[in-house]
């Protein structure tokens, strides 16, 4: 079996005396001659056991003629330990060494074969394997060999290696390795680099995200800082919008003339006096008055003589009256004159009379003219011929002209048995109730367009009675008087269920709808059934909140505002948005809005009408804009009739417009039409 592995060159068999008795190449010359026969025989029969590697004895040392070919000879005993003979095995070294090629030994790397006595056979390096016939011994290496297997030092005079060794088990062979100690080193050295690199490399990145993180941490305060810094900005900027508002408005409410209040600020201040009316025991009238022949003076004097006439009996008034009374130019030449906390009613009379007086004496000083008139006056009665301010002044007018038809130069109260009622309005009172049951009311729509890109992107339901007589009847004819009969409550729910049906009726048709807004009055807004009622109908037509959505004007806002405000925030709760209507032609301000539910404003057609003539127009609307954006709030613009409002509203950035420029309130087939092109771009 051992005769095919290629490592035995050949194998023999001799006999106690060294005779040859069997060869695995009997052609083969013995490779025992005589002299190494006397040599073994000399040394004394082996008696080990045939295993012990001692008992093997090495004769490479004498054969000399192939190197590679190393002869071994082991003595082979019986059981009993005696010598029946050897076993000669020729070695093939270089077949050995062949079977390490394959392994990185390194540079310097060298496996060495010895034999038992240190004397260095052959050995294999990198480049290749080496057969030695100047065989040296390394004695120092094969004694610290054989104490620990190592060995650091010169081997052969070229340096110091490092080396290993192991005595082959049950052959007299030593096997070695050694390496150059510089190579050793520098491997260790590399490998050393690369921990102490890898080291490095992770200290720096370690610093590195320190140095992040800090820097993240420096740059969220700076952030903050500048957050903070921002909204302190923007506090006082919305501070300063507010102050400037403020300004505006003020100069908005002045007659510029007289220096009276003009009839918005008159309104105003007459509302909210009204207001404290209400929980007094004092007595309130309104005073409504013009000048008798004014136009003629106009006509015949010129207007720089009416002008100064009119500042002249503004001063008349002023001094006439008391600081706490309210006085206003009401327009052309008709004044207002809110009586306060009057203790009698009678004294209404007095001051009546001495108004007249005063304001019929001769102005001697206009402008070289000696101009003479007198004022025509009417007077109401808070709150018996009004609870409003513009109740008020309608019934106070309709007096004066009383006073007019009796003569001038006088006044008149109000009688409500006056009232200017036409048979027309006797008619559409008793027959509205019938109106809405005989289905005479319709809604018209008119679209919102956003400016942006003039796409639709609402309509308003408008509604109108479609009167099988009188033809359509604009719901400023008859929404006041619904109002006051309480039947808005029937009215606002029939609005309400066509825009539902509306919409849904637009949907089944394959139009990509938009939401619908309709107005609801304040005596609605304080229908806590409401939310539910418009809950329910939007389910019953498969619609969702963003469907549609509400207009409230500013008068729902006036005290008491706890109901109005629980079914604001209900309707907010269901996700209907909820728009303020004719924003500034009352008395709410941003201020007061902002804490409401509201997410779009209109603003008032009497600012756009004004917006490209009035500069201070322009500042009250730029700057509603800029604070209700700051809010959060859309704005829209109502009444525009001209293309210069148009730029002017886009210039100032207002939202979206709605107005006859772009399309008047149309019948449901029309808006179907204007649907279909969804932009509306001006011309
Ligand atoms: P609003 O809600 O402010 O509606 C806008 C009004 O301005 C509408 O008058 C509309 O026709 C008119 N309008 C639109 N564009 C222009 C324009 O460019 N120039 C001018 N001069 N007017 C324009 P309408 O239809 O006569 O309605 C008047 C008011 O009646 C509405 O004012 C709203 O307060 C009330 N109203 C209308 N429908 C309803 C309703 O269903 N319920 C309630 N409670 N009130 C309604
Ligand atoms: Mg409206
Ligand atoms: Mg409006």
């Given amino acids: 079996m051992l005769a095919i592995d290629d490592i035995f060159l050949n194998l023999a068999l001799y006999d106690t005396s060294l005779r040859r008795i069997h060869s695995s190449t009997p052609g083969a010359v013995d490779p025992l001659d005589d002299e190494l026969r006397a040599a073994v025989l000399q040394r004394g029969r082996p008696r080990a056991p045939a295993d012990s590697p001692a008992a093997a004895v090495l004769m490479s040392a004498r054969t000399q003629d192939n190197a590679w070919a190393v002869p071994v000879l082991f003595p082979v005993a019986d059981d009993i330990g005696a010598g029946k003979g050897f076993l000669l095995i020729t070695l093939d070294l270089g077949y050995f060494l062949g079977l390490y090629r394959n392994i990185d030994i390194g540079r310097t790397g060298v496996i060495h074969i010895l034999d038992a006595d240190g004397i260095e056979l052959a050995e294999a390096r990198a480049e290749g394997l080496t057969h030695l016939n100047k065989r040296q011994r390394f004695e120092e290496f094969v004694a610290a060999v054989g104490r620990d297997g190592s060995y650091a030092g010169d081997l052969r005079g070229t340096g110091a290696y490092l080396a290993n060794a192991r005595k082959a088990e049950r052959a007299p062979f030593i096997v070695a390795v050694s390496k150059e100690l510089a190579e050793v080193r520098a491997s260790h050295v590399r490998s050393s680099t690369r921990v102490w690199s890898s080291i490095a490399i992770l200290v720096s990145a370690l610093i590195a995200a320190t140095w992040g993180l800090v820097r993240g941490f420096r740059r969220q305060h700076q952030l903050f800082a500048a957050f903070l810094k921002s909204n302190r900005e923007n506090h006082s900027l919305i501070a300063q919008l507010e102050a400037g508002e403020a300004r505006a408005v003020a100069l908005a409410s002045f007659d510029h003339l007289t220096g009276l209040h003009n009839r918005r600020l008159f309104n105003e201040l007459a509302a909210s006096h009204l207001e404290v009316a209400r929980r007094s025991r004092k007595h309130y009238a309104l005073v409504y008055m013009d000048l008798d022949r004014f136009k003629s003076v106009n006509d015949t004097l010129g207007h720089h003589v009416g002008d100064r006439l009119l500042q002249a009996v503004a001063e008349r008034l002023k001094s006439g009256l008391r600081s706490a009374d309210i006085v206003g130019r009401m327009g052309g030449d008709e004044f207002a004159v809110l009586l306060t906390e009057l203790d009698l009613a009678e004294s209404v009379?007095?001051?009546?009379?001495?108004?007249?007086?005063?304001?019929?004496?001769?102005?001697?000083?206009?402008?070289?003219?000696?101009?003479?008139?007198?004022?025509?006056?009417?007077?109401?009665?808070?709150?018996?011929?009004?609870?409003?301010?513009?109740?008020?002044?309608?019934?106070?007018?309709?007096?004066?002209?009383?006073?007019?038809?009796?003569?001038?130069?006088?006044?008149?109260?109000?009688?409500?048995?006056?009232?200017?009622?036409?048979?027309?309005?006797?008619?559409?009172?008793?027959?509205?109730?019938?109106?809405?049951?005989?289905?005479?009311?319709?809604?018209?729509?008119?679209?919102?367009?956003?400016?942006?890109?003039?796409?639709?992107?609402?309509?308003?339901?408008?509604?109108?009675?479609?009167?099988?007589?009188?033809?359509?009847?604009?719901?400023?004819?008859?929404?006041p008087m619904a109002e006051e009969s309480g039947l808005i409550i029937p009215l606002g729910d029939w609005v309400m269920k066509a825009c539902c049906l509306q919409q849904a009726a637009w949907r089944r048709q394959g139009v990509e709808v938009v939401p619908l807004a309709f107005n609801v009055s304040p005596r609605q807004l304080r229908d806590s059934g409401l939310p539910r009622r418009m809950a329910e109908l939007l389910y019953d037509h498969g619609l969702g909140a963003g469907d549609i959505e509400i207009e409230i004007t500013e008068s729902s806002l006036v005290e008491p505002l706890d109901m109005a405000i629980q079914v604001l925030e209900e309707l907010q709760h269901m996700g209907v948005v909820v728009g303020l209507d004719d924003f500034g032609s009352g008395f709410s301000n941003l201020s007061q809005v902002r804490h409401l539910p509201i997410s779009s404003l209109k603003i008032d057609r009497s600012f756009v009408n004004d917006i490209r003539t009035s500069k201070e127009v322009g500042v009250i609307v730029t700057s509603i804009i800029t604070l209700a954006h700051s809010l959060g709030i859309r704005v829209i613009a109502e009444g525009v009739e001209l293309l210069d409002q148009l730029v002017q509203l886009r210039t100032a950035g207002c939202d979206e417009v709605q107005g006859y420029y772009l399309s008047r309130p149309v019948p449901a087939d029309d808006a179907i039409r204007l649907m279909n092109q969804p932009t509306i771009v001006p011309q």
């Fill in 349 to 479: 009379d007095a001051i009546a009379t001495k108004l007249l007086y005063q304001l019929s004496q001769p102005y001697p000083e206009l402008e070289g003219h000696e101009v003479q008139t007198s004022p025509s006056m009417g007077i109401a009665f808070f709150p018996r011929d009004g609870h409003d301010v513009s109740t008020l002044c309608r019934n106070a007018d309709s007096a004066m002209y009383s006073a007019k038809r009796r003569g001038r130069g006088c006044f008149s109260y109000y009688d409500a048995a006056l009232r200017p009622q036409t048979d027309r309005t006797f008619r559409l009172q008793g027959e509205l109730p019938q109106a809405i049951e005989k289905g005479e009311l319709v809604l018209h729509f008119q679209p919102k367009v956003r400016l942006t890109d003039y796409r639709i992107v609402g309509f308003e339901a408008l509604v109108r009675w479609d009167h099988p007589e009188l033809g359509l009847i604009f719901p400023g004819d008859f929404i």
